[in-house]
């Protein structure tokens, strides 16, 4: 048992169930994108281990690129507005766009992605998340590609962080409470 491990309550996903997804998702993308070299777009920070692990099963050209926000204070909930701290270096317009993200929560972040995305006139829009926790959506957004779907419980991991922490876990958890409320 490691420090961190003692803060879960419970593992939800672990490294091979990972794995796996990403592998199924990655022959999707491929298939679908078969004509095309679409631009990745991680969402930093959350989304580095996903993109790193999602492009290596991609087995097309593509390019990557990254966008880092913060929509969050240092708490579990959206602090309701969303700031670019790093903007995309490639020029997509004309690209296919695929936007890659670690959780859709509110759905907040990923609609004002999308919107910032689309001015700069790429030729499609699409998302990965690998996380979606339906029950907490606040808005109606549409995404294209889903590792798992998950309730509505505060997770770690993978790239997922609280307080900054957490993130190099290889599997993704569920927070304790206690540690939070
Ligand atoms: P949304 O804007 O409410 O959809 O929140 C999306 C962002 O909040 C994600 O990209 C994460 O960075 C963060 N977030 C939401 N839920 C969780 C969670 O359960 N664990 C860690 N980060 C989360
Ligand atoms: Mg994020």
Request: aromatic letters at 10%.
């Amino acid at each position: 048992m490691n420090r961190m491990n003692c803060d879960l309550s419970d593992v939800l996903f672990d490294e091979f169930k990972i794995q796996n997804r990403i592998r199924e998702l990655g022959m999707l993308i491929a298939s679908d994108y078969k004509d095309s070299t679409p631009v990745l777009i991680g969402i930093l920070k959350g989304g580095f281990i996903f993109l790193s692990d999602l492009v290596r099963s991609i087995r097309i050209p593509l390019e990557i690129d990254f966008l880092a926000i913060s929509s969050y204070g240092s708490g579990t909930s959206s602090s309701g507005v969303v700031k670019i701290r790093k903007d995309i270096d490639i020029d997509i317009s004309g690209r296919d766009v695929i936007v890659v993200e670690d959780i859709v929560d509110s759905g907040l972040s990923l609609q004002y992605i999308r919107d910032y995305l689309l001015q700069h006139n790429p030729a499609s829009v699409r998302t990965c998340v690998l996380l979606d926790k339906p029950a907490s959506h606040k808005m109606d957004v549409s995404f294209e590609y889903v590792g798992f779907e998950i309730s509505d419980e505060f997770v770690v991991g993978y790239g997922l962080d609280f307080n900054e922490q957490y993130r190099n876990l290889p599997y993704i958890g569920i927070l304790k409470e206690s540690l939070y409320k």
